[in-house]
């Protein structure tokens, strides 16, 4: 654990960060201008989207030089423009935006990573007759994200996290008449529905207990000193302090969007949505929403840390990230749909990176969060690529030799599942995932997560291997013939292709800059960041474990082509695990007869108590009503009509003539009634004059 | 001009416009609207006085706004409920092709 | 008067007129909310957040619903063929332009919105829930009874007939 910083104080923010709310702003109000377009001008929607975006991209490069050159001078940038959005009273629901080195690192990640999948998509969606709904929904999607990062308050954040819900309901839906992707948009906003229950608590408690709303306000923010301590003081329950309790509701709302288990059923089923969609949303950016909002109200989870340097909260981070590294791995060993195995191998790599919150601190999680933004994009891209040149098959099985007839993507897919795979010293993923195995090790309360997440670093290399085997070796099982996708398509591969190494080199313990920008500590570069203790056997022993699983992969699927009807090499070895790992170690089915089973019977018990219970009331009362009614009627006819008749005769006589002006239309009443006000005000308002 | 007189005008030309709606429409749901606007005017008349009055510290416009509010939804949910048993019953919700009432 | 005023005033009058002079029901309805939202912004700038947040959920939030749910039950969301206002329509416009006519010249020479000097109110929420639970408790009883009343009421309304009716 690093000590705490100190920041040195601003005169007023500058001209760049009074502009930051441009970022999302632009494609927001771009996403309202293609939602205004005719169907048919696709050409000025793509324009539309990727022009927003590029502006956006340009102003956070300008906001992230702005934070870099003041690092570079020995500052800690931190400014923040803040407004009151409601008064009530005395209460003040304020918004606000910041620029820190966290928001601006995510800033430049998410504009350019959303640039390169717009230009992506401008070939992907090429054939889709909805083409301007879908840069609409991208837009805004990108917009809500952009929000979420800079915000400055927890509620801004909130709607903007709430914004992206939205947009990815939108977009897993896209192609609503598929009855399994309305299905799966569904699950996918009802399941992170829960968690954000969680966190809406969460923030409701946090602004009671500090009274703002803003996480950053000159000392007086609930990130702040002053009011960590006063939620330190606080007591929940269970032995936790409010500060905890608050963080683990928060982390709840956190493992919703971000796929950990219990709550990752959603984002293998998300894939039902564009290719397109997959890279943006749910590899590369809002999944990650969730370990950025964990590293933003970092100091709160931190809050009050014991000996050992840890808490509650980050506890129970760390276990659930390490368990979902672990779990979705291995069921990502069984699936057979190329997508399903990036989603699970997602969700496993987010659970990497809640552990690495959990044990290393800001700067690992967030650098493992950059490095798999840009690889998992590529991957999904290439496996987007790959699906489009095989004829919109998704069956790994059915797919095959596509190292030739898809050169480019094979290069880049390759370069790309490196990375994931952690191979050794030229691929960032082997960095950020060997920051995650150093702190993991270094973690003083057990050894669990260590040994978890190495298991899982050899999962995945072995997982990596068979999809590439199928896919790319061997020879081709699918229907027509393979053909390599146009250049929009394969020029962002390379491009993602090319950060997915480069970016290595910043986070390098001989070199570790993302770390002292992101902490606000010079850095430099020197080749003794290797003689950390133990650091090096656990680079070799981490490079073991990649080798070792990428060769148990070639071993049993490499180049051999097998037809699609055959079973799995490893399901021929271990059927039983195999297949419980096939059908997703049953999470969903549980699901299913526990939550959904109690809701299906809460459902029919409300039914029966709406049809008996309260509609035997409203029937009672109209009972009683009917009988009183009968009761009176009685007493008309043979009581009140006899002497009534008569007189009632004499009246009707005169009651003809008026009956006239009775012409049973109700606007003729109401005419009459607004004459006579006139005629009233009239007299009235002369009477007044003399 | 003050601000007092302002909002006054703005809520006479708002009920105006709701009397001439449930004037001149047939649709029965559009007379429920008009009557909804002029209802809606009261309400700005009530907030106005209470904000420009002598006493705002007693709430007495606000308050009377307030209860006009509910006795509105009131009213709106009876008027819908009974413009749909009428549309049941008539199959139509022209009101110039209903004069049933007539004595 | 402020360039708000005016904006937020112009606002709800062409919500108003739109919502009483389209042709389509349910154009009416959308505009009806229009009109609403554009009120509920006035009562804000009267400092009236309460009575205008209770704008917002129930006028837009219930009754525009309730309105566009009576227009799909009726079947009113198709645009009639012939003409949509009444036999007698330019009476009613002219006995509205009398009643604005009145109005208008009530307010204008009345003495009571002489320009005076007032200061902000400050009312919170809780003052509201104080005086409904002190001075007001008999009102708010009655107005709870009269909600009870017109719920069943609406229900017993609109309930299906039982069979034998016609």
Request: glycine letters at 10%; charged letters at 10%.
């Amino acid at each position: 654990m690093q000590e705490a910083i100190s920041f040195t104080p601003q005169l007023g923010p500058s001209a760049i960060a009074q502009l930051l709310w441009l970022i999302p702003a632009v494609p927001i109000v771009a996403s309202g201008a293609i939602a205004l377009l005719k169907q048919p001008k696709r050409r000025a929607a793509a324009t539309l989207a990727i022009g927003s975006l590029a502006f956006s991209l340009l102003l956070a490069l300008i906001a992230f030089a702005h934070v870099v050159t003041g690092w570079a001078h020995g500052e800690a940038i931190r400014e923040t423009v803040d407004f009151t959005w409601i008064q009530f009273g005395s209460t003040n629901v304020d918004l606000g935006y910041v620029l820190d080195p966290l928001s601006a690192v995510m800033l430049v990640m998410v504009s350019f990573v959303g640039l390169l999948i717009f230009i992506y998509s401008i070939g992907y969606m090429a054939h889709d007759e909805n083409y301007t709904r879908f840069f609409c929904f991208l837009s805004l999607f990108a917009g809500a994200m952009l929000g979420v990062v800079i915000a400055n308050s927890i509620l801004l954040l909130f709607i903007g996290w709430e914004l992206v819900g939205l947009t990815s309901y939108l977009l897993i839906g896209f192609w609503y008449l598929k009855p399994s992707a309305a299905a799966a948009a569904k699950k996918a906003f009802l399941t992170t529905r829960v968690g954000d229950v969680f966190f809406l608590l969460g923030i409701v408690w946090l602004f009671g207990q500090t009274g703002t709303l803003l996480f950053y306000n000159g000392g007086a923010g609930s990130l702040e000193s002053v009011a960590l301590t006063g939620l330190l003081h606080q007591h929940a329950a269970l032995g936790l302090t409010a500060a905890g309790a608050i963080g683990l509701l928060i982390f709840a709302g956190a493992a919703g969007k971000s796929g950990q288990f219990p709550l990752h059923v959603w984002l293998p089923d998300a894939m039902e949505g564009p290719t397109p969609v997959s890279a943006l949303i749910h590899a590369a950016t809002m999944v990650a929403a969730g370990v950025y909002l964990i590293a933003r109200v970092y100091p709160l989870m931190q809050a009050g840390a014991l000996t050992g340097g840890t808490t509650t909260a980050l506890i129970v981070v760390t276990w659930v990230g390490a368990f979902t590294a672990v779990f979705a791995a291995l069921i990502a060993v069984a699936q057979n749909d190329i997508k399903r195995i990036l989603a699970y191998s997602t969700v496993s790599q987010l659970g990497y990176m809640m552990a690495g919150l959990g044990m290393g601190g800001v700067a690992v999680g967030m650098f493992h969060l950059i490095t798999h933004a840009f690889f998992k994009a590529l991957l999904f891209m290439g496996a987007g690529s790959a699906i489009h040149g095989c004829h919109e098959e998704q069956d790994v099985r059915r797919m095959g030799g596509l190292k030739s007839a898809m050169p480019a993507t094979f290069m880049t897919y390759a370069i790309g599942m490196l990375a994931l795979c952690g191979f050794p010293l030229f691929f960032s993923g082997f960095w950020s995932k060997d920051g995650i195995l150093e702190a993991a090790q270094h973690f003083s309360l057990s050894k669990g997560p260590f040994y978890m997440l190495v298991f899982g670093a050899l999962l995945t290399a072995f997982y990596m291997t068979r999809q590439v085997s199928y896919v790319f070796f061997g020879s081709y099982r699918g229907h027509g013939h393979a053909h390599e996708s146009p250049k929009s398509m394969t020029v962002p591969l390379g491009i993602l292709a090319f950060f997915a190494i480069a970016l290595g080199a910043i986070g390098t313990p001989a070199w570790p800059w993302f770390r002292g920008f992101l902490e606000s500590r010079a850095v430099s570069f020197e080749l003794g960041g290797f003689n950390e203790p133990g650091l090096l056997a656990l680079m070799g022993a981490s490079t073991v474990v990649v080798l070792l699983g990428l060769g148990l992969g070639w071993w049993l699927y490499g180049d051999k082509s097998p037809a699609p009807e055959d079973a799995d090499a490893l399901e021929q070895a271990l059927p039983l695990p195999w297949a419980w790992l096939h059908e997703r170690l049953y999470v969903d089915e549980f699901y299913g007869v526990t939550v959904i089973a109690f809701y299906e019977w809460w459902a029919r018990v409300a039914d029966w108590l709406d049809r008996r219970v309260w509609g035997g009331v409203v029937a009672g009362v109209a009972w009683a009503f009917g009988l009183w009614a009968q009761l009176s009627r009685f007493l008309d006819t043979n009581v009140v009509d006899g002497s009534f008749d008569k007189g009632c005769e004499e009246l009707s006589t005169g009651g003809g003539l008026l009956s006239r002006i009775q012409s049973g239309r109700v606007q003729t009443y109401l005419r009459l009634l607004a004459l006579a006000v006139i005629a009233l005000a009239a007299i009235l308002i002369w009477s007044s004059r003399a | 001009m003050t601000p007092l007189t302002g909002y006054l005008l703005v809520a006479a030309l708002l009920f105006a416009i709701g009397l001439a709606g449930a004037l001149t429409r047939r649709n029965a749901i559009l007379v429920l609207i008009g009557i909804e606007l002029m209802l809606n005017a009261a309400n700005l008349n009530l907030i106005a006085f209470w904000r420009y009055g002598p006493n705002p510290e007693a709430l007495t416009g606000m308050m009377f706004a307030i209860f006009s509010i509910a006795v509105a939804a009131a009213e709106a949910a009876v008027g819908l409920g009974l413009v749909i048993q009428i549309h049941r019953h008539a199959h139509t919700t022209d009101l110039d092709a209903m004069n049933r009432m007539k004595g | 008067m402020s360039l708000v005023f005016y904006v937020i005033a112009g606002l709800s009058v062409a919500g108003a007129l739109a919502a009483v002079l389209l042709k389509n029901t349910v154009h009416c309805a959308l505009a009806l909310t229009v009109a609403f939202a554009g009120l509920a912004l006035l009562f804000l700038e009267l400092d009236a957040q309460f009575a205008g947040f209770a704008q917002i959920l129930i006028y837009i939030g219930a009754v525009a619903i309730l309105v566009v749910f009576a227009i799909l039950l009726t079947r009113g969301s198709e645009t009639p063929k012939d003409t949509v206002y009444s036999r007698h329509w330019i009476v009613g416009l002219v006995t509205a332009a009398g009643i604005f006519a009145v109005l208008g010249w009530a307010v204008l020479h009345s003495t009571v919105a002489l320009p005076r000097e007032t200061t902000k109110p400050e009312v919170t929420v809780m003052d509201i829930g104080n005086a409904l639970m002190g001075r007001y408790v008999l009102p708010l009883e009655i107005v709870a009874l009269l909600l009870t009343a017109a719920l069943i009421g609406a229900v017993i309304v609109a309930m299906h007939d039982k069979e034998g009716a016609q």
